[in-house]
Structure formats: structure tokens, C-alpha cells
């Protein structure tokens, strides 16, 4: 089966300017994930779909970052304006039909943004 | 909140040694564990998970890992590594409480000298 795809692979910015990423998760997949991985650290949770609904964006800094799966199936992550910490790979996972739960996760190649 | 300790940062071994990789999470209620596993140039993947039932759980390669409630922990073992399992291991948990959000360790790095 395909896995989850994301593009691009690699972005290089200058801070203050603006950045999308884009998902395809799994086909069939309800459930979608963005993480954030800084350099040395575990993914740390972005934002959680259920279908084209936010479970959780708790620890999305809405201010400069936004997210969204209009019709369930895709989504766009962007940065807008990036700022220097925010250089990090930006992972996208989906996982089954039910919420959460035990489900694993598939993850995507991931997109390592650097932001100058 | 939830929170996920990974021991070490980085493990050098030599062909042939044993593996212990420690995970200790902060939770009081029912969890799901997870190890994951990052091949060089590689996704992350699922190594194994614990849901219930036999606290001792195999996954692919080798792998297992031991969930101990009393101690918060579910370390990774494997009695012979090889050059292959080269990689970065990620300690993960969920929990109903937590809206089952996957929470990661910082992560193991693992060196395996041919």
C-alpha cells in the first residue's frame, strides 16, 4: 500500500517569510497528525484530525501556525511569518479508521525546514 | 501531563553485545506503549506496542520490551544486536486521560560497530 506522503522534502527560508507543507495520509486513514521535530528531540504533537475535524491543537502556536484537512483526506500545514526556532523536520502521520487510541502511526519522509 | 524519559541519548555497541534501551513515562492511568524506530534515511516506523495481556511483548527484528507498571517503565531489549540495527529509537505513549496523543521521548541513537 502507499504510504503517507508529504512534499517537499527540504525548505529553506528566511525568518519572517511564510511556508507550506503539504500530507497525503494513507488512504482511508481518518485520523492525521502533524509533529514537529527539533534537532535532538522527540516529535512533539502540532495538531490531530479526525476526518476533516481538530482534535487537538493544543500545542499549535496559533499565532503564526495554522493547519487545515478541508475535505478529509489532505492537509496543508503553514508557518506564517517563520521564525529561527522554528527550523525543525515537520512529520505528518495518520493512522486508522477509529480515534486515536491504540492505533499506530505511519509517518511520512517528513519536511526539514531551515529557516535563516 | 504525560511525559516520556528515554535514558540515553546515544549507545555505541559492538556487533554481538546485548541491548537494553530505558523508557520511563509519567502517567497514573491505563497507557499504551509504543517503540519506534528510525532507520538511516528511513521514516519512522513501529516496533513494537503494548496494549494488555503478557507485559513482555516481541516485535519485528528481535526486538522486545518489558512493561513494568510498578516502575513506569518499558524498556527495549535485544540479546544480539547487529550492524543493521543502526538506528534512532523513540519511546512513545497514549492514554484515554490524554486524548490518546502519542507523546515521544527525545530519542536513542544507536551505533552498532561491524
Known amino acids: 500500500e502507499a504510504g503517507v506522503a508529504q512534499s517537499p522534502r527540504y525548505k529553506i527560508i528566511e525568518k519572517r517569510q511564510s511556508v507550506a507543507f503539504w500530507c497525503n495520509p494513507i488512504?482511508?486513514?481518518?485520523?492525521l497528525y502533524w509533529y514537529q521535530q527539533i534537532l535532538g528531540q522527540g516529535p512533539k504533537l502540532l495538531i490531530q484530525?479526525?476526518?476533516?475535524?481538530?482534535?487537538?491543537d493544543s500545542q499549535l502556536p496559533k499565532d503564526r501556525f495554522s493547519a487545515e484537512r478541508l475535505k478529509g483526506v489532505d492537509s496543508t500545514l503553514k508557518i506564517q511569518p517563520a521564525k529561527l526556532e522554528d527550523s525543525a523536520v515537520y512529520l505528518c502521520?495518520?493512522?486508522?479508521?477509529?480515534?486515536?487510541?491504540?492505533?499506530?502511526?505511519?509517518f511520512g519522509s517528513g519536511t526539514q525546514l531551515s529557516v535563516l | 501531563a504525560q511525559s516520556v524519559s528515554q535514558h540515553n541519548h546515544h549507545v555505541i555497541l559492538s556487533e554481538a553485545a546485548s541491548l537494553e534501551l530505558g523508557c520511563n513515562y509519567s502517567?497514573?492511568?491505563?497507557?499504551?506503549l509504543f517503540w519506534y524506530v528510525q532507520y538511516p534515511g528511513q521514516h519512522l516506523q513501529l516496533l513494537l506496542k503494548y496494549f494488555s495481556g503478557d507485559p513482555l511483548v516481541k516485535g519485528i527484528k528481535g526486538f522486545e520490551a518489558e512493561f513494568i507498571k510498578s516502575k513506569f517503565s518499558f524498556n527495549l531489549r535485544k540479546p544480539s544486536v547487529q550492524w543493521s540495527d543502526t538506528a534512532e529509537f523513540f519511546c512513545?505513549?497514549?492514554?484515554?486521560?490524554?486524548?490518546?496523543?502519542?507523546?515521544f521521548g527525545a530519542g536513542t541513537r544507536l551505533f552498532v560497530k561491524a
Open positions: 488512504s482511508g486513514h481518518a485520523t
Open positions: 502521520a495518520s493512522s486508522g479508521t477509529r480515534k486515536g487510541t491504540n492505533e499506530k502511526l505511519f
Open positions: 512513545a505513549v497514549n492514554a484515554r486521560t490524554g486524548g490518546f496523543k502519542t507523546i
Open positions: 502517567y497514573g492511568g491505563t497507557v499504551n
Open positions: 484530525f479526525q476526518n476533516n475535524g481538530v482534535v487537538d
